[in-house]
């Protein structure tokens, strides 16, 4: 099986502060990946490393097969595409323009639109579903189409890998469902490797290949998510009362929160 | 909007027809119009027929009016793209390079230049140019990290370099009995009156070069705005970016405030009108600041030379009186 992502003994620090330690793992191209654990687990820091965002400080990083240091930053953003946490503070761009900005790895550098790019930017907005937004400007569109439109930008760059961080974060039920079967559609029609970091177990259960669960920039377990999200691991990782069944949609692990008002003394 | 590039090239080429002719009148009204009155064509017919002209006529044009207008398409057309930069590398609409500070660090290198006996080129542009630098790296030093993109943290850091530059330009104001800074308050409020061709043209050749290199970096400018993270994960080499376009900058800037002085708030106005009108696209946006700030710089220099009933006023009295009120409503719309 050909890797998207080999890492071996990888390991950042903030000054004196270690933030993610000794971490190796490799992802299978075409997989959904998901990277969960409680807050200040190293998630974002990991993403951003494997993006090419920060640069490690130890271990090694292979992208495709190839170490990262191998390729240069134009060359690394044609394989591999970044959807970071949060929205675009700028000036904002209409979504066509915005989707648009995906193309420039593949430009020269004044970023001048061929019939090729602008066919490229029209599919990849259908298939992200906000063609009917085209001449809006993006920072008048819901938090939820925003995503779907940085979600197209990073897909216009014709990313083999894409990585994103909390792509669901502060969307209502809806959103986030239209973005994780985004996910899967890039999945299942371009076979693109999917990574991301999230906050929410269950999601992660229904939808990831692989789980990599993170504490304290270790990993506590990596595997399908019947593997990692059982009751024992999950307790003493994020250190409160839950339980875990099966979900009603089939063999999935699902988690259920318990408030202490639900607890036997 | 059609995308598609030969559309924006004719869009681009059309865009700055328009505003070459808007600047062509603005200089033919600075041309003509003064104490001495002369009428648009015959300052005209002086221009490109000189051998025929009226001297008296000829000396004014060619000698005080002609330098003073170019110095000032010129310098309205650095200052309009220094605002448009640092609003980009900063993606913050109230970033400006006098607000910012970085003018009066110029400021502060042209009068050690001055005071050192150097000529203006290039002895005193590179002590400006040595200023401007520090300015920027206090600045940045400051407010490092992601605070100054908050306009607060931005705007207060400005504020107290200007006053710290201020108090460092009184103070050797005030030691110096010399008579070459006789006229420094009136160029410290921008004054584009001392020039004369060949300086003028010296300038023009430095800054040329510097207006290419920013449109060069106009599209990497557009990939900034989504971000630090995004523009460095669609290929864009962000630390070699941003010290190109600041230090290219800070030269540019430099080199006007050792002409002209402190001329401010022309990077503040004329971006974000062209944001406006024109959308956030900076490739279409460098070249329309050049000519929008060259126009706009020549009609405050001539509202500055004719307003007043006896003498003249420095050109920054009238981009003040007009940018300031405009700040002070962005700042406070921005709060919404």
Redesign the interface.
Same mark, same amino acid.
């Given at each position: 099986m050909k890797s998207a992502f080999a890492v071996n003994h990888l390991s950042y620090a903030y000054g004196s502060q270690p933030v993610v330690q000794r971490l190796s793992f490799s992802i299978a191209r075409g997989e959904i990946f998901i990277i969960i654990g409680p807050n200040g687990a190293g998630k974002t820091t990991l993403i951003k490393l494997m993006a090419g965002i920060i640069k490690r400080q130890r271990g090694r990083i292979d992208v495709l097969q190839k170490s990262i240091d191998s390729y240069s930053q134009k060359k690394l953003a044609q394989v591999l595409a970044y959807v970071p946490q949060g929205l675009p503070v700028g000036f904002p761009f209409s979504v066509e323009e915005t989707v648009l900005l995906g193309r420039a790895p593949h430009q020269k550098v004044l970023g001048l639109a061929s019939a090729e790019d602008l066919e490229i930017v029209r599919q990849t907005m259908a298939f992200t579903e906000v063609d009917h937004l085209a001449r809006r400007k993006l920072d008048q569109l819901s938090g939820g189409e925003q995503q779907r439109v940085l979600i197209a930008r990073a897909l216009c760059q014709q990313p083999q890998v894409i990585l994103l961080d909390e792509p669901t974060a502060s969307l209502d039920l809806s959103h986030q469902i239209r973005i994780i079967d985004l996910m899967e559609k890039l999945k299942a029609e371009k076979g693109v490797t999917v990574v991301m970091v999230s906050h929410d177990v269950n999601l992660a259960s229904m939808y990831a290949d692989q789980l990599l669960l993170l504490k304290a920039g270790k990993i506590v377990r990596m595997g399908t998510p019947s593997a990692v999200l059982n009751f024992e691991t999950l307790e003493e990782t994020y250190n409160c009362q839950l339980l875990v069944d099966s979900s009603p949609l089939g063999n999935l692990p699902r988690v259920t929160l318990v408030p202490r008002k639900f607890l036997k003394s | 909007?059609n &995308?598609?590039?030969e559309h924006?090239?004719s869009r681009l080429a059309w865009l700055s027809l328009i505003l070459l002719g808007v600047l062509l009148i603005a200089i033919s009204l600075g041309l003509s119009i003064g104490p001495t009155q002369s009428g648009l064509r015959s300052a005209l017919a002086t221009l490109f027929s000189p051998g025929e002209s009226d001297p008296v006529l000829y000396r004014i044009v060619w000698g005080i009016r002609l330098p003073r207008v170019l110095l000032a398409t010129i310098v309205g057309a650095t200052l309009s793209l220094g605002g448009l930069v640092f609003?980009?590398l900063l993606?913050n609409?109230l970033a400006e390079p006098f607000i910012l500070g970085v003018s009066g660090g110029s400021a502060i290198g042209a009068i050690i230049g001055i005071l050192l006996g150097l000529s203006r080129f290039p002895g005193i542009c590179f002590t400006s140019f040595l200023g401007s630098l520090g300015t920027l790296a206090l600045i940045l030093i400051m407010s490092t990290g992601k605070s100054i993109?908050r306009k607060d943290a931005l705007l207060l850091s400005g504020v107290m370099v200007n006053a710290f530059c201020s108090a460092i330009i009184m103070f050797l104001v005030s030691i110096t009995q010399d008579a070459r800074l006789h006229n420094i308050i009136f160029w410290l409020m921008g004054d584009l009156s001392a020039s004369d061709l060949p300086q003028v043209a010296i300038l023009g050749a430095i800054l040329i070069p510097c207006f290419v290199i920013v449109f060069?970096f106009?599209?990497?400018m557009? &990939? &900034?705005?989504? %971000?630090k993270?995004?523009a &460095?994960?669609? %290929?864009?080499?962000i630390r070699a970016v941003t010290l190109v376009l600041l230090i290219v900058t800070s030269f540019m800037v430099s080199a006007t405030v050792s002409f002209s002085g402190l001329v401010g708030f022309v990077g503040l106005v004329i971006p974000h009108l062209l944001?406006l009108v024109l959308?956030?696209?900076h490739?279409i946006l460098v070249p329309a600041s050049l000519f929008g700030g060259a126009a706009y710089l020549v009609l405050c220099d001539l509202l500055a030379r004719t307003l007043p009933q006896q003498g003249e006023m420095p050109a920054g009295v009238i981009t003040a009186l007009i940018g300031a009120p405009l700040f002070i409503i962005l700042l406070k719309r921005s709060r919404k």
């Open positions: - | 909007m &995308l598609n590039s924006h090239i609003q980009a993606r609409p993109l060069v106009s599209h990497a557009n &990939l &900034l705005m989504m %971000g993270d995004m &460095l994960s669609m %290929g864009i080499n944001r959308g956030p696209d490739r």
